[in-house]
């Protein structure tokens, strides 16, 4: 483990912390432009979060402590998640602890931490939440893990970090099964990270909200934590994208100067990400509940499609 | 150019990956006039991979497919459907005869059969673009499905007109094309064929009062 | 006196269990002695079982011959390593079982106590002498006597005559299956007329006798273990039983079932052909689509998990499938992390089924309701039994850092390598197979999510339920040790697989120890840390540093102060515990996605109802394709046989005058 890796790991982890609010407000933001409305300050989910840590928890009577718990539990897991994705540096001695599958893995253990945190206190709106929040994620789950599949068969690893290395070292190739996967991922980070067309983040209507019905009970720190896990989640599928579809800039073993210098590359991709991600979400609408599963379907088997591709066209047997 | 040129063999599987994109993205559509749009679409990314081939190799005869192929499949067909769409007053919803995730699950299954029926044969031909033949294989069966499971009759046209699409795929990437003269009589015919078809589908919509084409089957003797 | 061999231990160990039982039926009233003395005896005989066992691996194997049975016809008995796996399977999870019993049975089920005692061990006992037989005939013997004592303790409760049509369907099928297992063993033995298995070892069989035996097999043991079509008696007769002996059957039966098509399919019929493994691929990948998907749409808690079995069933399958394939081809490296994937979800399966089986035996106990519609909020009144089925759930689900997922990643690496095959049509058709697999994971934990959450959260759906009591003292045991088993699979992979090593080395050659020992004990890198890795306890200890660190933090920063309050709900606090989800509702979207799969019946209530509701029963679609048209038929051949019978003794004298007159020609000098 050399200093530039313990480095490499530790910014990863500060980095994700203090710019996940941010990448969410800047969505905020762009979406607000595109929509012909004035925006919110850029910090604000700063300010938000600093409010909720500052009030009270207000705990139903009926909630378990599985309900106190699940809180910390998703943000220990988006940390883990964001400690492995190499956004800065591939050189990250966390890394081996879990790779691809396993990271998959840990978004699903956040999903069912979640789930049943929402069926706890036993109102209808909780339950609701939790059944479709696992109805989305039953059909997001397999499709990212055909995603992983098909980068995995070009890189022949299943490692992050490898499948990172890899994809910047190839001469520049344009393989249309990559285009396949980067399209099934794309829809299925706009279902996991509650955006429409799956799921809009900012509405409060029992016939439309997943993520929100699950949370309603929240308060105090708990929601804080929860909402920064959410935006850590979004600042993690961004950063998972960005390396396997767009890894140049990612600084590799014992680069101290590479490193410092992905920053600002980091940084300039979330910052197209972001708007990319807001424009997405005004273009559509959202979808009914219902259409969910067929728009899942159609990316797991867009993902199924460019893995064949990966084998017909470009592996000769 | 001559840089962009190394990449052809690229080029053309990208394109030829999005026209198979293309051709599941049509089963999955819900509306027809997308649907149409879609096809258009199909028809100028297949005028993109015919011109990159005619680049490549410099046959004169690639470019007039081309030239045919944006004229005819890219802009005045998809138009013909537009107007046929407006003037029959189609509904917008694609009636499908089983649901679209089940539609879709079997496309990936024909996706599997002609990948590897074409493997053996691909390996035979000396094109630049030869993994393409499974591609236009797959993109032909999609086309196929989407005309058996489907219950409008102007998705079946766009059906019948995308098989034709990739036919032509298969064609130009095993043997460069097909000679000049049958690509012009395909073309007539083709050109013909929705001409009458849309004659008929005033007939039809005159004896039914709807274009489902379950209706025909009351033509029988009993 | 010579020294007495590991496998002498063993039969000892049956023994011991058999003389439980004994003592048992000697006293079947007392229920303090069998419950308090009895049960805990059983459970540490199972204990020496287990620990043998593990002893046992990566020895040579060893023989013995027991001189009971027919007079020139005594038991072979072998212990190797194949074996010693699954006999730790047993021991560990045996005992963890029996420990629970002696908590649970604590009064007459319906029978009296010492008669289930004995069927009990009996059950247990046989179990291992199935998996120490050498021979056809011990085989057969311990086999059946597996399904007797089983049927016997299916029907237990048997004044319920579901209970008892259970019963029967359970046994029809043992036997079906039993009669497939006896025609693939004689087929294996090719006419020579030697029984044992060193014999058929010997034989080589054309492919076409190898297949045909194969496929016999796969349909016999398939029929025991609840692979597709055979399965229809798990859902039944797994919730008619009582709690230890569902998670007996679900944990540990199931995979004598596995051991037994191991055995036939690597160890007896030689080197296989690759078309074998498709076939199993096939069957395990449609039983675990199917298992999963009855599962997430069911309204009792036992049959939930009992499809949940049938499904991690199907997944074994399509591991032993895929080592089958990568077998055939000679790819020994790759056929060696597959079969480490089927041993290591056997043993995980076992521990985290037994652990949820037993929980709502505790369930049970404390509320009487076996349906999820009358449950709910029990993490309030039994929060031993809901934190410890919280570990179950998670590792039924599947997820990291607990047992379920390392089965599933190991069973994934060996998929991702499957494009090295050099047969075009599976190299596509493997991927595919990839894709249905990882979607049977996420709607297990669909499944599993609605399982917990509908019990053991939200609020109470009968007021009676805040009477529930927890587990008591033993019944914690229990659960407590089978928890530690799927804890320790899940942290410590390399141990474990080290161990597995010796039984993968002998069916294929080779083994994946020495890849695996080269990183440490904490990773696991079956092939190299470049090409995949992970590392449970890192994994563990980053969430937990995050978590606690976290907390500690905001309390630093902030305050920790809380207060309690009706719960919010969007303001409409009338709402009480019917508002929530029930069963049926959670699982609606599934049913409405997948409405073709299942044969639906709904009411639903209409505006001139008095007393209107909603009602939906699904039913397995083979129950009414396959199970009820060959029961007609059969139900029709016998009303034509019994013409025979026509009442006239003149009749009946002439059959017998005939079969003479045939009888006389036929053996002529």
Not at chain 3, 476 to 496: F, Q
Request: glycine share 8%.
């Amino acid at each position: 483990m050399s200093v530039a890796g313990l480095l490499g790991q530790v910014f990863a982890i500060v980095f994700a912390l203090a710019l996940a609010p941010l990448l969410t407000g800047w969505v905020n933001q762009c979406r607000a432009w595109l929509q012909n409305r004035s925006a919110p300050p850029l910090l604000q989910p700063y300010y938000m979060l600093h409010k909720l840590f500052n009030k009270d928890v207000v705990l139903a009577h009926g909630a378990s402590p599985l309900f106190r718990f699940a809180p910390y539990a998703l943000f220990g897991c988006m940390m883990l998640a964001c400690a492995i994705i190499p956004s800065l540096s591939t050189d990250l001695p966390l890394a081996p602890a879990a790779d691809a599958l396993a990271l998959v893995g840990v978004f699903g253990l956040a999903r069912v931490f979640i789930s049943l945190a929402a069926m706890d206190i036993g109102t209808s709106f909780g339950s609701l939440g939790g059944r479709r929040e696992m109805l989305v994620g039953f059909l997001a789950e397999p499709a990212l893990l055909i995603v992983i599949f098909t980068v995995a068969l070009i890189a022949q690893s299943t490692s992050v970090a490898t499948i990172v290395e890899t994809l910047a070292h190839r001469e520049f190739v344009i393989y249309p099964s990559i285009a396949f996967a980067g399209i099934a991922f794309t829809m299925v980070s706009f279902a996991e990270n509650a955006r429409v067309p799956v799921d809009n983040p900012a509405t409060h209507l029992e016939l439309t909200m997943i993520h929100e019905a699950m949370i309603l009970e929240y308060s105090g720190r708990h929601l804080a934590l929860i909402e920064w896990a959410a935006s850590l989640k979004l600042y993690a599928y961004s950063c998972l994208g960005l390396a396997l579809f767009f890894p140049w800039g990612i600084a590799e073993r014992d680069n101290f100067m590479a490193l410092v210098a992905a920053i600002p590359i980091l940084l300039a991709k979330l910052l197209i990400g972001g708007f990319l991600v807001a424009l997405i979400e005004t273009i559509n609408a959202k979808m009914r509940i219902f259409r969910a599963p067929e728009f899942l379907g159609t990316a797991f088997l867009l993902a199924v499609l460019g893995m064949l591709v990966n084998l017909l066209l470009e592996s000769r047997v | 150019m001559s840089g962009l040129m190394a990449y052809s063999g690229q080029l053309i599987n990208l394109c030829a990956a999005v026209i198979l994109l293309l051709a599941f993205a049509m089963l999955a559509q819900r509306r027809v006039i997308h649907l149409i749009d879609l096809f258009a679409l199909q028809g100028f990314t297949l005028f993109l991979s015919t011109l990159i081939m005619a680049l490549k190799t410099g046959q004169t005869h690639l470019f007039y497919s081309a030239g045919l192929t944006l004229g005819l499949k890219a802009l005045l067909l998809p138009w013909i459907l537009h107007r046929l769409v407006r003037k029959l007053h189609v509904k917008s919803e694609v009636e499908a005869l089983i649901n679209i995730p089940t539609t879709m699950l079997v496309g990936i299954v024909l996706v599997v059969i002609a990948f590897n029926v074409a493997l053996p044969i691909s390996n035979l031909s000396s094109s630049i673009a030869r993994g393409m033949l499974g591609i236009a294989l797959a993109a032909v069966m999609l086309a196929f499905l989407m005309m058996i499971t489907r219950r409008k009759a102007i998705t079946q046209v766009v059906g019948f007109l995308s098989m034709e699409n990739g036919l032509f795929l298969a064609a130009t990437s095993a043997t460069y094309g097909m000679p000049m003269v049958v690509e012009l009589g395909i073309a007539l015919d083709v050109l013909v064929g929705v001409i009458i078809l849309g004659v008929f589908f005033f007939q039809i919509r005159d004896q039914f009062d709807s274009l489902d084409i379950h209706h025909m089957e009351k033509l029988k003797e009993h | 006196m010579p020294s007495l061999l590991t496998i002498d231990f063993l039969l000892i160990a049956a023994g011991a269990w058999l003389g439980v039982g004994l003592l048992g039926l000697a006293v079947p009233r007392n229920s303090r002695f069998i419950s308090s003395v009895l049960f805990p005896l059983g459970a540490l005989v199972g204990l020496f079982v287990g620990g043998y066992a593990l002893n046992a691996l990566g020895q040579a194997p060893q023989t013995a011959v027991l001189a009971i049975g027919l007079p020139n016809l005594p038991f072979h008995l072998r212990l190797d390593s194949l074996a010693a796996i699954f006999l730790l399977l047993l021991g560990i999870v045996a005992a963890g079982i029996s420990i629970y019993a002696a908590g649970y049975f604590r009064h007459d089920h319906g029978i009296p106590l010492g008669l289930l005692c004995l069927e009990y061990h009996i059950f247990l006992a046989s179990m291992l002498m199935v998996l120490l037989a050498d021979d056809a005939y011990a085989f057969m013997v311990a086999w059946e006597t597996m399904a007797l004592s089983s049927f016997f303790l299916v029907t237990t409760d048997h004044r319920h005559e579901a209970i008892r049509r259970a019963g029967y369907l359970y046994l029809l099928i043992a036997h079906v299956g039993a009669i497939a297992i006896l025609l693939s063993f004689g087929v294996m033995t090719s006419g020579s007329g030697d029984y044992s298995f060193a014999g058929m070892r010997a034989q080589t069989l054309s492919p076409f006798w190898a297949s045909i035996a194969f496929l016999l097999a796969l349909f016999g043991f398939g029929a025991k273990a609840g692979l597709l079509p055979v399965h229809v008696w798990l859902p039944e007769a797994h919730p008619a039983a009582p709690s230890p002996v569902s998670a007996l059957m679900s944990g540990v039966m199931l995979k004598t079932a596995i051991y037994g098509l191991l055995r036939v399919s690597f160890d007896l019929l030689g080197t296989p052909l690759w078309w074998w493994g498709v076939v199993a691929l096939a069957v395990g990948l449609v039983t675990a689509l199917f298992g999963v998907l009855y599962a997430t749409v069911q309204s009792d808690m036992k049959r939930l998990l009992a499809y949940s079995s049938i499904e991690n069933i199907g997944l074994i399958a399509v591991g032993i499938g895929l080592t089958l394939i990568f077998h055939a081809y000679k790819m020994e490296g790759l056929a060696a992390l597959a079969l480490t994937a089927v041993f290591y979800h056997c043993i995980a399966h076992a521990g985290f089924k037994s652990l949820l089986f037993l929980c709502t035996g505790s369930v049970l106990h404390a509320t009487k309701e076996r349906s999820l519609g009358k449950l709910g909020g029990l993490i309030h009144r039994m929060p031993w039994v809901a934190w410890l089925a919280l570990v179950g759930v998670l590792a039924g689900a599947g997820l990291p850092p607990l047992s379920g997922f390392i089965s599933e990643w190991l069973l994934l690496q060996g998929f991702l390598f499957s494009p090295g095959l050099p047969h075009p049509w599976l190299n596509m058709l493997v991927p595919v197979a990839a894709a249905a697999v990882v979607l049977v994971a996420a709607m297990a934990g669909f499944a599993m999510v609605k399982f917990y959450g509908i019990i053991f959260l939200g609020q109470m759906r009968e007021p009676a339920l805040k009477d529930a009591h927890d587990a008591g003292p033993w019944e914690r045991l229990g659960l407590a040790w089978l928890t530690m088993l799927t804890l320790l699979l899940g942290v410590l992979p390399v141990t474990v697989i080290l161990q597995l090593d010796a039984a993968t080395r002998q069916l294929l050659g080779k083994g994946l120890a020495e890849r695996v020992s080269e990183q440490g004990w904490w990773m696991l890198a079956p092939i190299s840390p470049d090409r995949a890795s992970y590392e449970p306890l890192v994994f563990l200890a980053v969430i937990a540093v995050s978590l606690l660190l976290g907390g500690w933090v905001v309390k630093r920063l902030y305050h920790g102060r809380l207060r309690r309050t009706p719960a919010w709900d969007c303001g409409y606090h009338f709402q009480g515990p019917r508002a929530q989800d029930t069963a049926e509702g959670f699982s609606q979207p599934i049913r409405r996605i997948f409405e073709p799969m299942f044969r639906m019946e709904r009411h639903f209530p209409s505006i001139r109802d008095s007393k209107p509701y909603f009602e939906v029963k699904i039913e397995d679609h083979f129950w009414h394709w396959l199970y009820l048209p060959v029961a007609r038929i059969a139900g029709r051949i016998s009303t034509l046989i019994t013409n025979l019978q026509g009442g006239r003794i003149a009749v009946y004298l002439m059959y017998s005058f005939l079969t003479l007159i045939l009888l006389i020609l036929v053996a002529r000098p």
